[in-house]
C-alpha cells in the first residue's frame, strides 16, 4: 500500500468509526420505562420543527433554510425545492413545519420563518403544495407586524376545527420602564402573541380582539416572551405552549382565548445577571403558568403524549430543553402539573419534539450536522 492510499484508508476507517459511534443508542433509566434513546439520522444542522406526512415521510427543517425528508429512516440527499428565502442569522431562519389535517386531499404544508425585511426581519408563515419533494404555489399567509431582535417564537398546530394557532415571540423587546407599555402587553402589534387564522391566513371572526380599534385580529393570546413549543391535546381540543422565559421564568400555559400571560408585568423569573423584573409573580386578570422553570432549561418544542408505546406517559406533556439539554416529562392533574421527571440529559439541545406514527417519541436536535439530529425514544427490550 503506497502513503497516500494508506491515509485514504485511515481516513475512510476514521470516517466509519464516527458514523457508528453516531448510530449508537444509549440506554437510559426513569420511573417508568428503561428506555433507548436511538439516533434515527445524522446530516442535519440545527433542527428547527418536525411534522409527519400521512405516508410515514418525515419533514424537517433546518435553521439555515432547508426542509429536508426523512424515509424509512434515511435522510433524502436533496432538500426541498420552492421553500422561502429566510434571514439565516442570529436566532433566525427556518423554523417551523406542519401538516393541514387534510394534506392527503390538498397536499398543504406550512412552514414558519424569519422573514427578511427591508430592515430587520419578522415572524412570518408560508403555505405551499408539497408534491414530488418540492413546494409549489408558496405564499405568505401571516407576516408579524414586529420588530427587534431574535425571539421570533413561530411554532405551529393546527386545531381539532383546522385553525392553525402561529405562536409569535417579543423580539428580544427589553423588560423595562412601564412594563404595562411592553409590547408584549400592547395587542396593536404581533410581539409576544399566540395567532389563530384559517387554513388559507383569513382572520376567523370570532377571534377576541376583532373589530377592536388597534388591535390585531389574528391574535388569541397575548402576554408571551418566546413560544417555542405548542401542542394540543387532540381528546379535548386543550392548546398548552411553552415559553422561554427570563433567568429563572420558564413556562407552561394553558392557552385560552384572549388571556394575557403576564410578560413581562409577572414572572419567576430575573434578567440574566440577577436584576430584578417583576414586582410580583402573579397579578389580577394574568395567566399563571401551570408549570414552571426555576432554573430556567430553556424550554423548546413541547408534545402532549398519547402513543401506545409508552402507555404510562399518556397524558403526559414532555418538554425539550435546549441549555439543560434534557428533556422534561410533566405529569397533569387535570390543567395543573402533578410531577416533573428529568428524563434524560446532554444529548444535546432538544429544540423540537413529535409523536411518530408509530408511537414513538421523536427528538429534533438543535446541533452539528455531524451529530444525531433527529433521535427516536423507544422502551428498552423491543415492543
Ligand atoms: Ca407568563
Known amino acids: 500500500m503506497n502513503k497516500r492510499l494508506f491515509f485514504v484508508f485511515i481516513f475512510g476507517l476514521c470516517v466509519a468509526l464516527g458514523q457508528s459511534a453516531v448510530a449508537q443508542s444509549t440506554t437510559h433509566k426513569s420511573t417508568e420505562y428503561d428506555f433507548n434513546a436511538v439516533p434515527v439520522v445524522s446530516g442535519l444542522e440545527n433542527v428547527w420543527g418536525m411534522a409527519f406526512l400521512p405516508n410515514g415521510d418525515l419533514l424537517v427543517t433546518e435553521r439555515p433554510g432547508r426542509l429536508r425528508i426523512v424515509r424509512n429512516g434515511v435522510l433524502v440527499k436533496d ?5 422561502p428565502t429566510v434571514h439565516a442569522r442570529g436566532q433566525g431562519g427556518l423554523m417551523d413545519v406542519a401538516v393541514h389535517p387534510n394534506f392527503a386531499s390538498n397536499r398543504l404544508v406550512y412552514l414558519s420563518y424569519s422573514k427578511p425585511l427591508e430592515q430587520g426581519s419578522t415572524t412570518a408563515v408560508a403555505r405551499g403544495r408539497f408534491e414530488n419533494g418540492a413546494l409549489t404555489d408558496v405564499k405568505d399567509i401571516f407576516v408579524a407586524d414586529s420588530k427587534g431582535g431574535g425571539h421570533y417564537g413561530s411554532r405551529l ?55 377592536q380599534r388597534n388591535a390585531k385580529g389574528s391574535i388569541w393570546s397575548f402576554g408571551h416572551r418566546n413560544p ?18 427570563p433567568q429563572g ?11 394575557n400571560y403576564g410578560w413581562p408585568v ?30 430556567s432549561i430553556a424550554t423548546a418544542g413541547a408534545l402532549f403524549y398519547t402513543g401506545d408505546k409508552f402507555p404510562k406517559w399518556k397524558g ?21 402539573s402533578a410531577s416533573e421527571e428529568t428524563l434524560f440529559a446532554g444529548q444535546g ?23 444525531p439530529g433527529i433521535i427516536r425514544l423507544q422502551p428498552s427490550g423491543g415492543n
Not at 79 to 83: F, L
Not at 184 to 208: E, F, K, L, V, Y
Request: no cysteine.
Open 266 to 295: 409577572v414572572g419567576q423569573g430575573v434578567n440574566y445577571g440577577g436584576d430584578i423584573i417583576h414586582a410580583s409573580t402573579r397579578k389580577e386578570g394574568m395567566e399563571p403558568p401551570v408549570h414552571y422553570w426555576v432554573p
Open 79 to 83: 432538500a426541498v425545492t420552492g421553500t
Open 157 to 211: 398546530v393546527f386545531d381539532n376545527d383546522g385553525y392553525l394557532y402561529i405562536t409569535a415571540g417579543d423580539r428580544q423587546a427589553s423588560p423595562t420602564g412601564d412594563l404595562t407599555a411592553h409590547p408584549s402587553q400592547d395587542i396593536s402589534n404581533h410581539q409576544g402573541t399566540i395567532n389563530r387564522i384559517h387554513d388559507d391566513g383569513r382572520i376567523p371572526a370570532d377571534n377576541p380582539f376583532v373589530g
Open 228 to 245: 417555542q413549543g405548542i401542542t394540543i391535546d387532540r381528546a379535548t381540543g386543550t392548546i398548552w405552549a411553552t415559553e422561554h422565559g
Open 249 to 259: 421564568g420558564d413556562e407552561l400555559n394553558l392557552i385560552k382565548k384572549a388571556a
Open 316 to 336: 403526559n406533556i414532555f418538554v425539550g430543553g435546549m441549555v439543560g439539554q434534557q428533556l422534561a416529562r410533566v405529569t397533569m392533574n387535570g390543567a395543573k
Open 349 to 371: 439541545r432538544i429544540r423540537a419534539i413529535t409523536q411518530g406514527p408509530d408511537g414513538y417519541i421523536y427528538l429534533g436536535i438543535d446541533g452539528r450536522a455531524d451529530k
